[in-house]
């Protein structure tokens, strides 16, 4: 691992860093065990990602920890993880501000119990002053549901006179989205042998490159992050341009 770790270009780092953390119940199954149990071991595998991001310098991270969709799960799995989420924020939060991270959150939080919010929000006022990495909590959030809000809003203001119709463009949307605040991913990673973006921030990932891994998600580790971000450094992000045009 201090070898992939020695390869790394720390002044090419991508500035943010999205993922999908895919496989906790598959991991659990092959075992014999319950999904939970995965998703409890999972845990394990953010905090050694979110410490890894921190030590190399990464400035934003943000962890597709649970989409819209997931509400339609069996309830003794959802509401497991409810109750994980709970403990696990509780936990962490002196973590968090002893290594100096901030956390932000992503999604709808309506439909998050009391219970959460209630830690969650303890959890942000807590971090609220750290200046280091930015742990960016994608919860209830989907991709479709972000853009649909985001154009309801444009179309309540443009109603109201405070914007122009025909004014609007990429900026304003961008302006409109949960992640106005952030710089757009630059890589996003997805584990477990999926080949797709499932609903995962649509509008930011246009120009992002795509890393995907077989490795389950409570398998990740630090030496999985380095692999990722040595392929990254190894890509020509043309953005539309030719290499000319970036080589010259």
Known sequence: M????????KERLPRHIAII??????WAQEQGQDRLFGHFHGVESV???????AELGVEYLTLYAFSTENWDRPEYEVNG?????????????????RN?????????????????????NESLEMTAANTGL??????SYSGRWELVNAVRNIAADVAAGKLEAGKVDQATLQ??????????PELMIRTSGEYRISNFLLF???????????TRWPDFRKKHLYEAILDFQQRERRFGKTSAQISG
Request: glycine share 4%; net charge negative; proline share 1%.
């Open 204 to 214: 930011q990932l246009a120009y992002a490159e795509l890393y995907f891994t077989n």
């Open 47 to 53: 905090r050694n990602i979110v410490e890894g991001c």
């Open 21 to 26: 953390m895919d496989g906790n119940g598959r």
């Open 134 to 139: 930015n742990l960016i909590m994608a919860l």
């Open 2 to 9: 201090e070898d992939l770790l020695q390869q790394i270009d």
């Open 175 to 184: 302006q409109y989205l949960w992640t106005s605040h952030f710089p757009d």
């Open 100 to 120: 100096n991270i901030k956390l932000h959150v992503i999604g709808d939080r309506r439909m998050l119990s009391e219970a959460v919010n209630a830690e969650l």
């Open 81 to 97: 993880l409810m109750e994980l989420l709970v403990d696990t924020i509780r936990k962490e939060t002196e973590t968090l501000n």
